[in-house]
C-alpha cells in the first residue's frame, strides 16, 4: 500500500526540535523529505551520543530524511538551495 505522499519533495531548512519534528511527519507519511542543515551541521546532533555516538534527538527527529550541509551565505550554496527549493512541492 502506499503512503499518503509518496512523490512529494519537501526542502526543509531547519534545526533544533520543532521544524525538524514536523517534516518527520511529512516523511513518514511517505515524502522525501531533505533537510538543509547549516555550516558546521544542525546543533541537535551535539545534544548527546546515545544512539551509536549520535544525538538521540537528532536521529527520532530525522528519521526517514535526507540531508545536506549548506552555506547559504556562499554563492553556490545559495544557488542550490534556489534551485532545490524551485523543484520542491513543500518549502
Do not use: H, T
Not at 520543532?18 to 518527520?24: H, L, T, W
Not at 538543509?36 to 546515545?50: N, Q, S
Not at 528519521?63 to 553556490?76: F, M, P, T, V, W
Amino acid at each position: 500500500m502506499p503512503n499518503m505522499l509518496d512523490g512529494l519533495l519537501v526542502v526543509a531548512l531547519e534545526q533544533a526540535v520543532a521544524a525538524p519534528y514536523c517534516s518527520s511527519r511529512l516523511a513518514d507519511a511517505g515524502a522525501r523529505v531533505i533537510k538543509i542543515e547549516r555550516a558546521g551541521g544542525d546543533f541537535a546532533r551535539g545534544y548527546d551520543d546515545v544512539v551509536k555516538g549520535q544525538s538521540a534527538y537528532f536521529v527520532w527527529l530525522n528519521r526517514g530524511k535526507q540531508s545536506i550541509e549548506l552555506n547559504i551565505k556562499d554563492a553556490g550554496d545559495a544557488a542550490l538551495l534556489a534551485a532545490m527549493i524551485a523543484r520542491a512541492d513543500i518549502f
